[in-house]
């Protein structure tokens, strides 16, 4: 089992950056896919991101490609998620979480295929 706490959030102007970290703990960090979800207030829990077990494939959604990029730190359990560009729609609570796969599985987007999740961190860009 691994756990998950997410921090890096606040308060941005349109056009800022920001970047999110997730620390884990337990073991097996490393056999795990990990994502990056937002879930703004009154919509579903949103696939931002995800990285495969040893960082060498990433999935990221439409909405943010050639703004957000995902990285991870196996030696430090450590999963992060840079953000530029930010835009008001991007408010949202944004959560990491992990999904433990085999070397050869996808990376894959609904929320439900992820077995574990951290807290969350509120992130709010103003206009």
């Known amino acids: 089992q691994v756990q998950l706490v997410e921090s890096g959030g606040g308060l941005v102007q349109a056009g800022g950056s920001l970047r999110l970290s997730c620390a884990a703990s337990?073991?097996?960090?490393?056999?795990?896919?990990m994502g990056w979800f937002r879930q703004a207030p009154g919509k579903a829990r949103e696939f931002l991101a995800g990285?495969?077990?040893?960082?060498?494939?990433?999935r990221v959604e439409d909405s943010v490609k050639g703004r957000f990029t995902i990285s991870r730190d196996n030696a430090k359990k450590m999963v992060s998620l840079q953000m530029n560009s930010l835009k008001p729609e991007d408010t949202a609570v944004y959560y990491c979480?992990?999904?433990?796969?085999?070397?050869?599985?996808?990376?894959?987007?609904?929320?439900?295929?992820?077995?574990?999740w951290g807290q969350g961190t509120q992130v709010t860009v103003s206009s």
């Open positions: 979480a992990a999904a433990p796969a085999i070397m050869t599985a996808p990376i894959e987007t609904p929320a439900e295929r992820y077995s574990y």
């Open positions: 337990g073991p097996l960090f490393s056999r795990y896919i």
């Open positions: 990285i495969h077990r040893n960082g060498g494939s990433t």
